[in-house]
């Protein structure tokens, strides 16, 4: 039945005025058919055939596949996800529901399945409603969609603006939590579409927001209180807001309890808005793959430039922090997959010590060198989210207590003053803009009065690849089997399972590429006991260890310097990720398990972001953050994404 038609000029005003009507026409006629309206959706989203889009505006989102031909103006209207259901809610699959229309830009057309009408006054209401909105274009429709630029709330720039900055306003009453959560919920749906950061926004946040307005009346928890929080998609949540790894095999899976982490951010009174894509599995199933792409959630792209690819594995977390989605965001590491998106993303990230911050309820690669961390604009965000999220878990034993970890004050602009730090600068090779940007950063750093060891090498760090990659096999096995046994939910219950479910659904797991790691996982032993296992990872920590405390040492450091990433390569669904003259340092702290922080230096042809990583040892926090921060206010070279479709 046709219950709606309208000429409208721009797509999101249309989905809010039919997202209105579907939650006012609910309750005023109830569940008129065998969709409730309350469930209508207009995705702005157009991708490829298997894509499954889960974003959402309002209630709960129908989600599903979509498709449009190239250069097509036209757009779907979507069903629920035709084998798991509403990706929201949780709502079973459809069934017997109406075809899906298609409609262009400039005509709408809703259709339900046949129904009976149970109240004929309320039934009226609905319809003088839908004509009403169907005869009159709604005043916003007029007006410009938002910019990506545009990023101020009550004329704060929340691109610039730090939490504690955010706290101010709050706390003066310039906004609250309600109309921040508000802002980042829109810009996720005018912003998002083409970039493919979020996968997921928690149908709860603007609830969780409204009680964090409540506390501060009583006083803020943190320096987080109300703050929205974006969510790497490996990292456990309950309800409504589902755990993927990326991957369609965990759509079923219902995790138990939030993560620890998740845990203190809600006791520090963030505010949960969703989950941001990542590569899938973290990116530990195939090798070639296209960092930032799942099954899940697509292919993220680079905000400063949108056909060049963000890095991973928190692709989406970098991203939705680069683009102001979000206050600040979560990732994870094994090696390089916090550091490198942030570095490539032109934002902060921080992969703290092992032991800093809890892994449980976090889908995982290797107990060995697995962490989360935060990514956002800047350190002091930084600084405030790792204040919160560190902490002893006693489901995680390597988690230990020690020391003063309010980060928050390590922050001083002067920490540079009189320290000793070392810049290994061979991993930068030829690349002439990582060596200009990294000589930049060395001019600035003695303009601050440090003192800079220049050409460190780390001894051995040539000899840990091998072994750090073979033990990560074993371990992957054996961890991911102990965490899939763990969590409820329908989905596969060991690594032999995902592997099966992948050839059974190989047309959207595996239509670009492969499941090799899973593979030679799947061949070791997984024992974490056996001998040569044991031997390989104690060779690769041992080595990676060695390599800094000697360094650090023998110069008497207070930290080592050494360029985070080169410049984004153009992301190819095909060939995968392309490495050539790939520029990485994230491999001796990652296999360490040390500290490390990333911060923004320069840029690749004046417009791709270029990062420079402090790392030291164990337990380094303070120091790293104190000299970040200090780099970052002397050298501010951030700026804010560009959102080019490519590049000459």
């Known amino acids: 039945m046709l219950i709606g038609v309208g000429t409208y000029t721009r797509l999101p005003p249309v989905g809010a005025a039919l997202n209105s009507l579907a939650r006012f026409t ?174 997921q926004t928690n149908p709860m946040a603007l609830k969780e927001a409204e009680s964090s307005d409540q506390r501060r009346r009583h006083g803020a928890r943190s320096a987080l209180e109300g703050i929205p929080v974006l969510l790497k998609d490996n990292i456990d949540t309950t309800g409504q807001l589902r755990t993927t790894a990326g991957s369609e095999a965990l759509l079923g899976s219902r995790p138990a309890r939030d993560a620890f982490l998740v845990q203190r951010l809600r006791d520090a009174g963030a505010v949960i808005l969703g989950k941001a894509n990542l590569s899938e599995w973290a990116n530990f199933r195939s090798g070639p793959s296209s960092s930032g792409w799942s099954a899940v959630g697509g292919q ?147 303009a601050k009065g440090a003192t800079v060891v220049d050409n460190l090498e780390l001894e051995g760090m040539d000899q840990v690849g091998e072994p750090e990659f073979t033990a990560l096999l074993t371990e992957f096995k054996h961890d991911l089997n102990a965490y899939l046994a763990a969590t409820p939910g329908r989905h596969p219950h060991d690594l032999a399972g995902l592997i099966e479910f992948n050839r059974r659904h190989a047309s959207t797991e595996l239509r670009y590429f492969g499941q090799e790691l899973f593979e030679q996982a799947q061949a070791t032993t997984g024992d974490l006991n056996d001998p040569e296992y044991r031997a390989l990872r104690k060779k690769a920590t041992t080595l990676a260890r060695q390599a800094i405390d000697s360094a650090v040492s023998a110069n008497r450091l207070d930290a080592v310097l050494a360029p985070t990433n080169n410049g984004a390569w153009v992301t190819d669904l095909v060939k995968g990720d392309d490495f050539t003259g790939f520029v990485s340092s994230s491999a001796a702290a990652a296999v360490s398990g040390y500290p490390a922080i990333t911060v923004p230096a320069g840029y690749a042809r004046n417009v791709l972001p270029l990062g420079v990583t402090f790392f030291g040892g164990r337990f380094s926090e303070s120091t790293l953050i104190a000299l970040g921060y200090a780099f970052e206010q002397a050298a501010k070279v951030r700026k804010p994404p560009t959102y080019l479709p490519t590049l000459p």
Not at 52 to 63: D, M, P
Not at 92 to 117: C, G, H, N, W
């Open 26 to 199: 609910s309750v005023l006629t109830g569940p008129l058919c065998g969709w409730p309206a309350n469930r209508i959706s207009v995705l702005p989203d157009v991708g490829q055939p298997g894509d499954v889009c889960v974003h959402h505006r309002g209630g709960c989102t129908a989600s599903g596949r979509t498709i449009s031909p190239a250069g097509s103006a036209d757009w779907w209207l979507l069903p629920d996800h035709p084998r798991y259901g509403c990706m929201t809610c949780g709502t079973a699959p459809r069934s017997q529901r109406s075809p899906r229309k298609v409609f262009s830009r400039e005509r709408i057309i809703v259709t339900l399945a046949p129904m009976k009408i149970m109240h004929p006054p309320r039934w009226l209401a609905a319809v003088v409603l839908t004509a009403s909105l169907s005869t009159a274009v709604p005043a916003h429709a007029q007006d410009r969609a938002p910019r990506p630029s545009d990023t101020f709330l009550r004329e704060l720039n929340l691109d610039r603006a730090t939490v504690l900055d955010m706290q101010h306003a709050m706390d003066r009453g310039r906004f609250d939590s309600v109309s921040l959560t508000r802002f980042y919920l829109d810009r996720i749906r005018t912003v998002d579409p083409m970039l493919h950061a979020v996968v």
């Open 300 to 446: 993220t792209n680079n905000p400063y430039v949108l056909d060049r690819n963000p890095c991973g594995s928190s692709s989406g977390s970098a991203v939705a922090a680069a683009a102001s989605l979000a206050a600040v965001t979560i990732g994870t590491e094994t090696d390089g997959s916090i550091v490198c998106p942030a570095g490539v993303n032109g934002v902060v990230g921080i992969k703290p010590t092992i032991g800093l911050v809890s892994r449980s309820g976090v889908v995982p690669i290797s107990a060995q060198q697995d962490t989360a961390g935060p990514i956002t604009r800047n350190v002091t965000d930084a600084a405030a989210v790792l204040s919160a999220i560190q902490g002893v878990d006693r489901r995680d034993p390597a988690t230990v207590p020690g020391g003063n970890r309010d980060y928050l004050k390590a922050l001083k602009p002067g920490a540079l003053a009189g320290k000793r730090i070392g810049v290994w600068r061979s991993v930068a090779g030829d690349n002439q803009d990582v060596l200009a940007t990294l000589d930049a950063a060395v001019a600035t750093l003695r």
